[in-house]
């Protein structure tokens, strides 16, 4: 590896690296912040010496229980370098070396785990630390900061039990904050902290520096497996297993003085794009202050007049590092007494509209090409901009306004705790002062994040970004009230839990009430009803619409529609659908013509059931007219009926007792009485495997034939009328080659016959799904009757898995997720390694039997990304999803033609 990076010495596993010895590349043994510390230090970027404990160390320490016996050594090894390079020595009585402590796994996990700082501070190296900076009130400020922080996260303490205690010493000193406590104050602070721990603990705070680094770094690497942390990874879909490195720092200190401070900077607006610096500064704080949200920061803007020259220098700085990294990168820094420091730099966390805007103007400065520029977006971010907004017609006067933090339009019930937002059944908006890493469960949860204090770079902000959550941070003229569970505005307006209210991320105005929603420009450009000049007038927009064409250029895959009227059809079109992929015609027999099916199911003779079937004929055709009208020159596959023939007919428990009623009053209908009959004869303890797909058609021949009438009469109306229809008959639910051959013939002699009739040539590819696992791994004899496959994905996970969805998704599935077993729902993306194993079985031997065979997926999975990367990989020729998450189909299938690896560009 380069510059010395190796994950042995000789016969010792090496765990423990200097910043020089590493670079960007290197985050899988380094972590995320360890790998960009060692490039700017590489780069010769003003970075505080330390060294990073590997990702390997942190693994051995979660599967044993305990460091590497190796550790201890070489973190003293390097620690005595670092003593050497500063000329001072950790917690030493004189001068002394202090040191932060910071997670740093592979990808951003934003206040998530364990950071600590401050040390190697104790009561003898206090007064040291005053001497040497000439402020005693610094020196106890970081001793009081330590004990907080340690105790909470490395004891385990209760934090507001510390945050009771400042805030009782600020009332007795008559002071608005913690700046205004002097040295004195501060005294008693750490006295009262110092207490707390060994009330908390029974023992006193740990004064030997060395055993303050181990316990720091075992801390950090148990913080890898809290609830928050697991709960994070699973909604990033993060693996369990990576681990996380520690990074060990020289501290330098922002709270020293008005001529100190920390910051958060991005090279561009991670909100929107826009281009221009943007970040946040905080006078005489340390790093987690601004993170915290705990004091509202300044605009970064405002440090060029409080120090223009470590103002310039952070300008120079963040150009090189956009230019190196070719993208946004977030850095963190300190200044002080005027001295600039690079903390970290890593690819900055951006909202959706930021991630279009920003692939589109790198891609025109010439610092990616446009393959690269694919990579930069995802699916996922492109539905976030479909999703409504604010109706900015509706007139409606705000009761608050804060900093717009991440955008989107997000209306809910105002809750006051991140428990009430779990578990409440209601859409919600979560309020608080300011969120910290154990609100995480409800920032999930709620549709958005309120809070009265922090700023663009606070911890709500930046994790609400991440996930696509709209966010208004910093409204400081909100006064909360987290006891009594409401809020008050500055016009007295007072907001309880439970009242409704609406945030605008993009403006940071509050509302009380509910605010009309309408459809994105996104969308309203998908449909074809912006004009020129408004595309033009929207950047987003604009972005959008590149990279559409961008992916539509380079993918291979086909994106078709799951569309069962000519609405869905002309929309899916609209959308940029190839054809539709799934036309279900069970959807078809709702409302009105339930009453037919009824009939059919209770006729006992042949002509009884030839009547209903002819009634029923013509509605088909109209709908597989207007179906085909619609996607004229394009293929529409229609599936032939799968549901069972009782879910057209009442509720077996509720007709019995209607009967029983009936016939206790003497008030026999005999019509219910058959139709119980009826009912009770096609009951099925398990109809998801019963007589429905395929053995309906066998057992009811009559109906398929009716149906593939009614397709064969409207690709024949099509014609006369001058259309291209294109139509494809798929048979649902095949277990073996033997059933579909029956039923092809079947479909056969029908389009045959209505060929015939007309005198009209009638071609409709005959196919069949592929959503039982017997028929996956028989695909290549069922491959020699078929045309086409069609993976039913949702029946094949239900199948493989032995789950029934409707059961399994509101009982076991949340301890599913919570044990790890699941990483995301299987019916939300492919299981790739099972379902997906079968899907590549039958790819692999359909495709040997017959080399022509057209391979598509209509399942729900054929519009989830990852899934559609997987349907690439295997080499299917087209995914099918609802006509809304068609664009992000086909901005997926451009995606997984153009990226070589997963994870070449990752803002996790």
Partial sequence: MKRGVGAMDGATQRYVFAFHEGDKDHRDLLGGKGANLAEMTNLGLPVPPGFTISTDACRRFLADGQEPPELHAQISGHLARLEAERGKRLGAAVDPLLVSVRSGAKFSMPGMMETILDIGLGDESVDGLAAASGSERFAWDSYRRLIQMFGSTVLGIDAARFNDALEAAEREHGA?????????????????????????????????????????????????????????????????????????????????????????????????????????????????????????PVPLQELERLQPAAFTELMRIMALLEGHYRDLCDVEFTIERGKLWMLQTRVGKRTAAAAFRMAVQFLDDGLIDVKEALGRVTGEQLAQLMFPQFDPAFEAKPIATGVPASPGAAVGVAVFDSESAARSDLKSILVRRETSPDDLPGIIAAEGVLTSRGGKTSHAAVVARGMGKTCVVGADALEIDLEHRHFTTADGV???????????????????????????????????????????????????????????????????????????????????????????????????????????????????????????????????????????????????????????????????????????????????????????????????????????????????????????????????????????????????????????????????????????????????????????????????????????????????????????????????????????????????????????????????????????????????????????????????????????????????????????????
């Fill in 494 to 908: 007072i907001v309880r839990e439970g009242d409704t209210i609406s945030i605008d991320g993009t403006t940071g105005r509050v509302y009380s009430g509910m605010i009309d929603v309408v459809p994105s420009p996104v969308v309203e450009f998908f449909e074809g009803r912006l004009s020129d000049d408004e595309r033009q007038r929207d950047p987003v927009v604009q972005a959008v619409s590149r990279l559409m064409i961008a992916a539509d250029e380079h993918r291979r895959l086909g994106v078709h529609a799951n569309a069962d009227t000519p609405a869905d059809a002309k929309r899916a079109r609209r959308f940029g659908a190839d054809g539709i992929g799934l036309c279900r015609t069970e959807h078809m027999f709702l409302g009105e013509r339930r009453r037919r099916v009824e009939e059919l199911i209770l006729a006992e003779s042949e002509a009884e059931q030839d009547k209903v079937l002819a009634e029923l004929l013509p509605m088909q055709l109209g709908d597989f007219v207007g179906v085909l009208a619609a996607m004229d020159g394009l293929p529409v596959t229609i599936r032939l009926i799968d549901p069972p023939l009782h879910e057209f007919l009442p509720d077996l428990t509720e007709l019995s007792v209607k009967v029983a009623l009936a016939e206790a009053r003497g008030e026999v209908d005999e019509g219910d009485a058959r139709l119980l009959k009826a009912v009770r004869r096609l009951h099925e303890q398990n109809p998801m495997l019963g007589l429905r797909g395929v053995r309906l058609g066998l057992v009811v021949p009559g109906l398929v034939a009716m149906q593939v009438r009614a397709i064969a009469e409207a690709a024949a109306a099509r014609i006369r009328a001058g259309g291209d229809p294109r139509p494809e008959i798929m048979v649902p639910l095949i277990g073996g080659a033997e059933e579909f051959e029956l039923m092809r013939e079947e479909i056969r002699r029908v389009l045959d016959d209505v060929a015939n009739t007309s005198g009209l040539s009638i071609r409709a590819a005959i196919g069949t799904m592929i959503e039982l696992p017997r028929a996956a791994l028989t695909a290549g004899r069922i491959a020699g009757h078929a045309e086409f496959f069609s993976f039913g994905t949702n029946d094949l996970t239900q199948t493989t898995w032995g789950f029934s969805r409707d059961d399994v998704e509101g009982s076991f599935f949340p301890a599913y997720l919570e044990q790890g077993i699941f990483t995301v729902s299987p019916f939300e993306s492919l299981d790739e390694e099972g379902v997906g194993r079968l899907v590549s079985i039958a790819v692999e031997e359909g495709r040997a039997a017959r080399r022509d065979l057209v391979i598509g997926v209509c399942g729900e999975h054929g519009g989830d990304p990852s899934s559609v990367r997987f349907f690439d990989r295997v080499g299917l020729d087209y995914v099918s999803c609802s006509p809304f998450r068609v664009p992000v189909a086909r901005l997926e299938a451009g995606r997984a033609a153009v990226l070589q690896k997963s994870d070449e560009t990752d803002t996790r």
């Fill in 176 to 296: 608005t904050g913690d700046l205004d406590l002097d040295a004195d104050a501060l005294r008693g602070v750490v006295a009262d902290y110092k207490a707390i721990v060994r009330d908390a603990t029974g023992r006193d705070f740990p004064q030997d520096p060395r055993e303050q680094l181990d316990m720091a770094v075992r801390a950090v690497f148990a913080s890898w497996n809290t609830e928050r942390a697991r709960i994070y990874r699973r909604q990033e879909r993060i693996p369990h297993d990576l681990g996380t490195a520690v990074t060990v720092m020289a501290m330098v200190y922002g709270n020293l003085g008005p001529h100190s401070g920390t910051g958060v900077a991005f090279t561009r607006d991670p909100a929107t794009g826009a281009p221009g610096v943007y970040g946040d500064y905080l006078s005489e704080a340390q790093g987690e202050d601004v993170v915290a949200g705990i004091r509202t």
